[in-house]
């Protein structure tokens, strides 16, 4: 299927200024019934792994509350018509260039009535280490995203003058990687379901906490220009699926 999608030259230069711009209503429906179809799945599976270590905290996932589940397109390879479409493959080429490999996917899903908040954060900063380069996340909304509901702030570069890796820190109870301590709230995605928030892996951002009774669910699809290895360089940190190689889209 073609993309449908044409990215502004105001999108490209917002994105080069402030490290990311909003897609909105742009995710195909049958696409968004896929995306959404999965997402209980990989939440049972969680609580299932939380089941058998007797607890109700793993990692970034709080029961009910939070859920960070990645690399499920591994699980059901249904996942990989979105990841490796024209759609994606069009972002990249606005934001990336000639060429993008997929690095890493996951759910993150807000529990109703009190879904947990997510700290300022830089997606790199979950890499570790500084000497990568600055990677894309396409953050797909499943659900309206609102205040109410706990959507994703992002800090443009222009406000916050960084525009490099920053060292964080573990946050006890939560166990998220906190890299931002200022005061300064940032700018609230506010959209219908089916957009995306696209920014690169060194744009701050947060999340607030679901206060509504429903579920808040989105998927990241994070795309890199080049394969990102771990810090000793022996193996690969992530995935590193091409999708599009100088200009021309890989079959999925």
Known sequence: MASSIHITDAQKQQFEEDGYFILNSVIPTHFLEL?????????????AEMDKQNTDSLGLNHRNK????????????????????????????????????????????????????????QDSGYVGYPDHKPYLTCWCALDDM?????TAYIMPFSRIGIRSWVKHFQEEGSNDRIGYFGD???????????????????????????????????YLAQYSAEPILTADGAKLWGNAEPLIVDGKRCAP
């Open 35 to 47: 995306l959404r179809g999965e997402c209980q799945t990989f939440i049972d599976q969680a609580n």
């Open 66 to 121: 939070r859920y960070f589940v990645a690399n499920c397109f591994r699980q059901q390879p249904k996942l990989r018509t979105f990841l490796f479409s024209d759609l994606m493959a069009e972002v990249c080429r606005a934001t990336l260039g000639d060429t993008a490999y997929l690095f890493w996917e996951q759910y993150v899903v807000k529990g109703a009535d009190g879904g947990m908040k997510f700290g300022w954060h």
């Open 146 to 150: 609102t205040e109410e509901n706990g």
């Open 184 to 218: 300064d709230p940032g700018i609230p995605v506010i959209a219908p379901a089916g957009s995306i928030a696209v920014f690169t892996s060194i744009n701050f951002h947060r999340s607030g906490p679901n206060r509504t009774s429903r579920l808040r669910r989105t």
